[in-house]
């Protein structure tokens, strides 16, 4: 999970995207978003206190036991999905609190893994890498990596294929090729796609439904894939709606809709203005 280093695997050419440079890294397989509130701010202040107290407390394997029953104890672990295990041992990694990631890694306690005691064990935690991985091109991969800056924003967006695999395409039809990583030397460029992979955070449409992540909400027993009602709202099927879907999008009338896509149009349009006249 989150301690895998941005590298090329030994088998293949894949990207891991877990800690991939030193001003981001991901923890969401850690179960990071799957608090009731999961606000920069309340996660923030839930991994600084951990990190504190594991540095504080934990000199030796047998001092883990004893700091995860404080954490369970004193944190409210209430979750959005019961199926996603929240894990007591995500922190930051660095004094400057730009790196999540996992308390119990060997790099962070002098060689030694302590791993085993984890909910999903040592191998699960070495081993894993999300679909992202494999679902997202690596041009793509490497253009996030360009633009994104921030842990929170960054495990957002880099776990949400939709997001970032429709406005690529998106871009790519308008401008009649694939985009290239080199085309975000550009500032003006960087700044209009962080508006838009910004809107994980500041959708004006988001669902003010706290048990919902993306696409997905969970029932009470299940995960579902939301939807929207476009016939009952009388418009069709946007061009828009996996991003629509992956930003929690909850509509109330047909022009709140028109509003979204004018947004969404608005962004591309911009993005295509500017790069046409950089060539
Ligand atoms: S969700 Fe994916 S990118 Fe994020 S820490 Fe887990 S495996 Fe790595
Ligand atoms: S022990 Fe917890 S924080 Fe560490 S990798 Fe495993 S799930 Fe993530």
Redesign the pocket.
């Known amino acids: ?2 301690n ?1 280093v941005f590298k090329m695997s030994m088998d293949s050419n894949l990207i891991v ?2 800690q991939p440079d030193e001003v981001k890294s ?5 179960g990071l978003y799957n608090y009731v509130d999961s606000t920069r701010a309340s996660l923030t202040s839930r991994l600084r206190r951990r990190t504190k107290y594991f540095r504080e407390t934990v000199k030796t394997p047998a001092d883990v036991e004893r700091y995860a029953s404080e954490i369970k104890s004193s944190e409210d672990l209430t979750k959005r999905y019961e199926g996603i295990y929240c894990c007591e041992y995500l922190g930051f990694l660095d004094e400057r609190e730009k790196k999540v990631g996992c308390l119990l890694h060997p790099q962070r306690n002098e060689g030694c893994d302590l791993r085993d005691v984890s909910f999903y064990g040592r191998e699960l935690c070495a081993g ?3 679909p ?2 494999y679902f997202i091109p690596d041009s793509q991969v490497r253009i996030l990596l360009g633009i994104l800056d921030d842990w929170y924003l960054y ?1 957002l967006c ?2 949400d294929i939709d997001l970032v695999k429709t406005y690529f395409k998106l871009l790519a039809d308008r401008i009649g090729e694939e985009l290239k990583p080199e085309a975000f030397a550009s500032e003006t460029l960087v700044r209009i796609a962080r508006q838009y992979f910004g809107w994980k955070i500041d959708w004006p449409f988001r669902s003010a439904d706290t048990n919902r992540l993306g696409k997905y909400y969970f029932d009470g027993s299940q995960y579902m894939i939301s939807h929207i009602d476009y016939e009952k709202l009388g418009t069709n099927i946007s061009e828009y709606n996996a991003i629509f879907l992956s930003l929690s999008s909850v509509f109330r009338n047909k022009r709140e809709i028109e509003l979204a896509q004018e947004m969404i149009s608005a962004n591309i349009d911009k993005f295509v203005r500017t790069y046409a006249g950089g060539r």
Request: aromatic share 0%.
């Open positions: 999970m989150p895998k995207l877990c991901c923890g969401a397989c850690c894993h890498l999300c992202s991985h495990g880099i776990t």
